[in-house]
């Protein structure tokens, strides 16, 4: 998945010439608010636009904002009405300016807020991940595999608090996908989907396979859960096929040679 995608939201066609300008770039356009916060969570976003022409704008900036699943990526507030930029800020926006600014500064805003992977911290994740899986993850994911989803929480989140480096969100992504089982098993289908949403941002940019787990298959497995979990809708939870929370998938890493 690129990591570098811009989202553009406009009622009109007020980002056409910037969608054009970085060919690099995948670029998003959208002009229904509601959309934003599915589209941060399902695609690796570097930055966000919003047009101070749109309806909504004020509903969108809250809704990026106020998920914790969104509400890291950076926004980009454009109007020419100071009052508006002014509430834009307090709404959450990262970044308030004219179009004129926006015009002349364009490009430097990329690389001053886009949330762009380090490279750096990617190949030491990359790294840490071809180490063995630590005894007290085990337990975590011996937990998991039993169903056990609240014992498995416990477990993961002290290896997550104890680990320093970016493989960390291996195990906070895991034990979120959990909790959000755990959810589902006690009818509360909100908090469910909000720990769903939350576990992409830290699953994404984990390789396929991270100490031994396969990553790809449980990016692939929540996915299918949430997708499910938003068809039934709240009403209809107890119509989930428990099936569809699926074990994890473990071949074990063996401690490279020194």
């Not at 969104?70 to 507030?77: G, H, K, L, M, Q």
């Amino acid at each position: 998945m690129n990591p570098d995608t811009l989202v553009f939201l406009s009622q009109g066609k007020a980002f056409a010439h910037y969608v054009t300008e970085l060919p690099e770039y995948d670029n998003i356009e959208l002009c229904h608010a509601q959309l934003i916060a599915d589209v941060l969570i399902d695609c690796q976003v570097a930055l966000t636009f919003v047009d101070g022409g749109h309806e909504h704008w004020r509903q969108a900036l809250l809704m990026i904002k106020n998920k914790a699943a969104t509400r890291r990526v950076p926004v980009c507030f454009a109007s020419d009405d100071g009052a508006m930029r002014a509430e834009a800020v307090i709404c959450g926006a990262d970044l308030a300016l004219s179009w004129r600014e926006l015009r002349w500064r364009f490009k430097g805003i990329i690389s001053e807020i886009a949330r762009i992977p380090d490279p750096d911290t990617l190949e030491q994740l990359a790294c840490e991940c071809r180490q063995p899986l630590p005894d007290l993850a085990i337990q975590g994911l011996r937990a998991f595999n039993r169903g056990e989803f609240y014992r498995q929480h416990d477990l993961f989140e002290e290896q997550w608090v104890n680990t320093a480096g970016p493989v960390r969100d291996l195990y906070r992504g895991i034990l979120q996908v959990g909790v959000a089982y755990y959810q589902i098993e006690g009818g509360n289908y909100r908090g469910a989907l909000k720990m769903l949403q939350r576990s992409v941002q830290w699953l994404r940019l984990l390789p396929d396979r991270c100490k031994g787990l396969d990553v790809d298959a449980l990016r692939r497995d929540s996915t299918a859960v949430r997708a499910e979990l938003q068809r039934l809708g709240p009403a209809r939870l107890d119509e989930l096929d428990r099936r569809l929370l699926k074990t994890l998938k473990w071949k074990p890493n063996h401690s490279p040679k020194t």
